[in-house]
C-alpha cells in the first residue's frame, strides 16, 4: 500500500512537472514565458492629442487589447502607461508590445481588417506613434 | 529497498519541480516568464551618432547586456536592433528591455555605479535616447 501511495505520488508530481514545463504557449498571455524560440516583438508607442479625452484613449487602450481575440498570430500581449522617472519618453505615454512567432506573422497582422478598422479609429486622437521591432536572443 | 527508490525519485522530483517552478527569476535570463505578479517593464531606445563604428556600438551592447551580471534588482532583460518594415522608428535603431520588480529596484538601478559607468561609456556615441517604462497587468 505505502508502496502504491509513493508511485502514485510519483506520477502526480511527473504530472505537476508536464503541466509547468509544457509549451511555450500562454497563448493570449498577458506575458510571454521563456522560451527556447527567437520571438518577434512589435514595440508601439502612442502619444494622443491634447484634446483627446481619457474615455477615447481608455476606449483605443482597450481596441487594441482585445486584436488578439481577432488575430491569433499574436502570442503575447503587454501594455502600460509610461511611469518613468526619468523623462525621457519625448511625450510618448503609452506602450504596447505585441509578440509574435515569426516575421510571417507580423506581415499576417499589419494588414489583418481587424488591425486596419483599429488604425481607422485610432488616427483622429493620435498625436505621434513609434514602431521598433526585434527579435529576442535565443 | 523499492520503497526506498520510490521516496528518493519522489524526492528528485519534488526538487525539480522547485527548480520549475521556483522564483519568477530565470533571473538572468534573456526573457522573462510569465508570473502572477506585475513586472516593471523599462523600455530604453537608442540611435547611435552616425561617426559611431559597428565595433563601439558592439561594445556598447554588449556592456548594457552585462549589467545584469552587477545590478541584482535586474531580473529580466532583452534586447535587438530594430526590424520593423514600418519604418516609424524615428531613427531609433536599438531596443533594450530591462525588467525588474518594483519601481524601487530601478530606482536601486539608476544610480548604480555599473549603470553609472555605463551611460559614461555610451555618451560619446548616442545621438538621442528614449525610455518609458510601464507595468505589466496582472
Chains 1, 2 share one sequence.
Do not use: N
Not at 505537476?16 to 527567437?38: L, N
Not at 518577434?40 to 486584436?67: C, T
Not at 478598422?117 to 535565443?138: G, H, S
Amino acid at each position: 500500500m505505502l508502496r502504491f501511495v509513493g508511485f502514485s505520488a510519483c506520477v502526480l508530481l511527473a504530472g505537476m512537472i508536464g503541466m509547468v514545463q509544457g509549451d511555450p504557449a500562454p497563448g493570449k498571455a498577458e506575458s510571454t514565458q521563456a522560451d527556447s524560440q527567437r520571438l518577434y516583438r512589435h514595440v508601439v508607442l502612442f502619444k494622443f492629442k491634447e484634446d483627446a479625452s481619457q474615455e477615447q484613449i481608455d476606449e483605443i487602450v482597450d481596441a487594441f487589447g482585445s486584436l488578439q481575440d481577432e488575430i491569433d498570430t499574436i502570442i503575447g500581449y503587454e501594455h502600460g502607461t509610461d511611469v518613468s522617472p526619468e523623462k525621457l519618453s519625448k511625450g510618448f505615454t503609452h506602450c504596447f508590445m505585441v509578440t509574435f512567432k515569426s516575421k510571417a506573422d507580423l506581415d499576417a497582422y499589419l494588414p489583418h481588417p481587424a488591425h486596419q478598422a483599429f488604425t481607422v479609429k485610432l488616427k483622429p486622437i493620435l498625436a505621434d506613434v513609434l514602431v521598433v521591432d526585434y527579435w529576442t536572443q535565443e
